[in-house]
């Protein structure tokens, strides 16, 4: 589905609950947050995003190092990629046989993501990045929570937030990474927040009300476990890549 906010913010979701992908049109470019897990995936939408809009796509900023969000990019091999310097290190950490677990699951073959990481363009930041255009600044700034490394960026001044994996809709969230304190924290910190729009990780994008969803869902996991969680949110979905839950 693709869903346009303010004529500017062009969100391709997915019923199947795969990654989000992200598009926001500057002035003279066109820049993606996340890049989904298949290359040939994404470059469809970016032929979407040029046809649309008449502009060039050269660049992704990635919300954190997990495969549905990141492989697009850097098996794809021709954007500039701009991360934090904690994704970066998470991708070179990826062993032989979780990248061969991957491989088989998804019926494409990663296992040479060295290969492609060496080849990639990387633009690094340490804890947050600004990127000003015309009138749009996109702030991203790396918190923690989901993983070590998930990063969330805002645009500037509709007051998007577009969540990475800290925040996702009616989607189970993979827990094995978290640190499920800081995570709440974070949420907590960003309702208070005048956030108009969040374009989550997985799932229709939406308002405040999902970041009570995610917290309610993250505490209930911390006070009664997996199974009550199971239970409870019985009518989420697993999206198309889950490495561990």
């Not at 897990?37 to 979407?48: M, Q, R, S, T």
């Not at 997990?66 to 098996?75: E, R, T, V």
Request: hydrophobic share 40%.
């Amino acid at each position: 589905m693709l869903e346009v906010i303010d004529n500017k913010v062009l969100v391709f979701w997915f019923e199947n609950f795969a990654s989000n992908i992200t598009a926001v049109e500057l002035s003279e470019e066109v820049i993606l947050i996340d890049s989904s897990l298949y290359p040939e995936k994404l470059n469809k939408i970016i032929d979407l995003v040029q046809l649309r809009t008449k502009k060039p796509v050269k660049k992704v900023f990635l919300t954190h190092h997990h495969p549905d969000h990141s492989f697009g990019a850097i098996f794809q091999g021709n954007l500039e990629i701009i991360l934090s310097e904690k994704t970066l290190i998470k991708l070179f950490d990826y062993n032989d046989n979780l990248l061969k677990k991957i491989s088989k699951e998804s019926e494409y073959e990663f296992s040479d993501i060295q290969k492609k990481l060496s080849r990639c363009k990387f633009n690094v930041f340490r804890n947050d990045n600004l990127n000003t255009s015309s009138k749009t600044v996109i702030s991203g700034i790396s918190l923690g929570g989901h993983t070590e490394d998930s990063t969330i960026y805002k645009i500037y001044p509709e007051n998007i937030l577009v969540a990475g994996d800290l925040i996702v809709s009616g989607v189970h969230s993979e827990l094995n990474q978290a640190n499920i304190d800081n995570w709440i924290k974070i949420l907590e910190e960003l309702k208070k927040q005048n956030i108009k729009i969040i374009i989550p990780g997985h799932g229709k994008p939406g308002n405040i009300q999902l970041i009570n969803n995610q917290i309610n869902y993250l505490k209930t996991f911390k006070k009664e476990g997996k199974e009550s969680l199971l239970k409870k949110f019985n009518k989420y979905k697993y999206p198309e890549l889950l490495l561990n839950f």
